[in-house]
């Protein structure tokens, strides 16, 4: 009588289609960082994650604690903040959101500006770098946006570009006076910068719409 035969279960060979099909969905959002991720594999590799940059965001200028201007009548301010990224194996969307408290933004002349008026008269004005691009406003919010290519670190992006050769970056009219000075009321800016891969978006905006929802 013939013996029954039995195929015996290649456990590893199973366990590496496993992962070949597997993909892997993972979201971590924190000190200001959010990035999505995908892996890849084949068959008998193991899965790894993509490497994510890291942020960093530096703020020094005239300004108190609680990050209101110390104006001073014709003295130009310092508000140098500059953006970094270590590179990652991915594309990325690198975003800027600057709250501006007591601040207009404008294009004008091809600069996207922020300015402050009293009496229909400009007596601060700064000017964002053009290598950042604004992408929407709502309120006093304001978002810039980068696209960074895959292994390409940025260091030391400045948000705003300098109004004069001391490196400030606030221009303050020669005419304020006191007087518009006690006018002035609150004036203030605060940043946060945020990076997401680029893959998996159609654009900055879209990008942008996954991030602040998990904001």
Same mark, same amino acid.
């Given at each position: ?62 300004? =108190? !604690?609680? #990050? $209101?201007? +110390? ?6 301010? *310092?508000? @140098?903040?500059?953006?970094?990224? /270590? ?76 109004? =004069? !050769?001391? #490196? $400030?970056? +606030? ?6 006076? *006191?007087? @518009?000075?006690?006018?002035?009321? /609150? ?29």
């Amino acid at each position: 009588m013939g013996r029954a035969r039995h195929s015996k279960l290649n456990i590893p060979f199973c366990a590496g289609l496993l992962i070949l099909f597997l993909t892997l969905f993972s979201i971590h959002f924190t000190g200001g960082l959010y990035a999505r991720y995908t892996t890849s594999a084949s068959g008998g590799d193991s899965a790894r994650v993509v490497t994510f940059g890291s942020i960093d965001l530096q703020e020094t200028g005239n300004f =108190d !604690a609680d #990050g $209101n201007m +110390i104006v001073t009548p014709g003295v130009n301010l *310092k508000k @140098d903040v500059t953006v970094s990224f /270590t590179a990652s194996e991915t594309d990325v969307y690198l975003f800027a959101k600057v709250e501006a408290t007591g601040w207009t933004r404008a294009f004008e002349g091809g600069k996207n500006i922020f300015y402050r008026e009293i009496n229909s008269k400009r007596v601060l004005s700064c000017t964002v770098e053009d290598n950042w691009q604004h992408l929407e406003s709502n309120g006093e919010t304001h978002i810039f946006y980068r696209y960074i290519d895959t292994n390409t670190s940025v260091e030391n992006a400045k948000i705003f570009a300098d109004a =004069d !050769a001391y #490196g $400030n970056q +606030i221009a303050v009219d020669e005419e304020t006076t *006191k007087a @518009d000075l006690e006018l002035l009321g /609150t004036v203030k800016f605060a940043f946060e910068a945020t990076a997401v891969q680029a893959g998996g978006f159609a654009d900055a905006k879209e990008a942008w719409t996954a991030v602040s929802s998990h904001g």
